[in-house]
C-alpha cells in the first residue's frame, strides 16, 4: 500500500465515514492539533528525565490517538463505524497522576514561566499545544457533536502537563523561573 494517495490534492480530505471536507475545515484542524500535540508529547516522553514515565506517555499517546479518531469521525457517521472512545476512568487517571505528582512540589505561589531547561519548555509547548486543542475541540463542539470527555480530557492533559513541567525542573534541580510584572 502506498503511502501518497492524490485524493487529497484539490484541498479536500476524507473523515472517517467517507465524507469529505475542505482541509481548512474547524474539524480537520481540531485534529490535526491533537497529532501536533501527540508528536510533542513524543518529545517530552523521549526526555531522558522521563525515562521512569514511559508509560504515563503511552497511556495519553494512546488516548490521543482515540480523541484524534472520534475527531475524525463524520458524526452523523458514527454508527456506521466502529472506534475507540474515551471513559471517565481516562481522565480520572490524570487526575491521579497530577496528585501523586503534586505531593512532591513547593506550593506553587507565583506564575511560572515556561523554561530553565530544555526537558521543561519541552513540556510547555505540548501544555500550549494542548490548550490550542481544546479551544479547536469547544469551537468545534459549538457547530458539531464533540464529546465532552475529549475536552475534558484535554483540559486535565494540560493541567497535567503544567504539573508535569514543574516536576521535571524540581527532579533536574532546575530552578522555575517566576513572572514578576514590571509594575
Known sequence: MKIYTKTGDKGETSLIGGTRVKKSHLRIDAYGTVDELNSFIGVVRDQEVNQKR??????IQDRLFTIGST??????KTGKTQIPDLH????TFLELQMDQLDQNLPPLRNFILPGGHPAVSFCHVARSVCRRAERLAIALQ?????SDLVIKYLNRLSDLLFVLSRAISFELDVKEITWKPRI
Open 71 to 76: 475527531l475524525a469521525t463524520d458524526p452523523d
Open 88 to 91: 471517565e476512568q481516562d481522565i
Open 54 to 59: 514511559q508509560e504515563l506517555f503511552s497511556e
Open 142 to 146: 459549538e457547530e458539531s457533536f464533540v
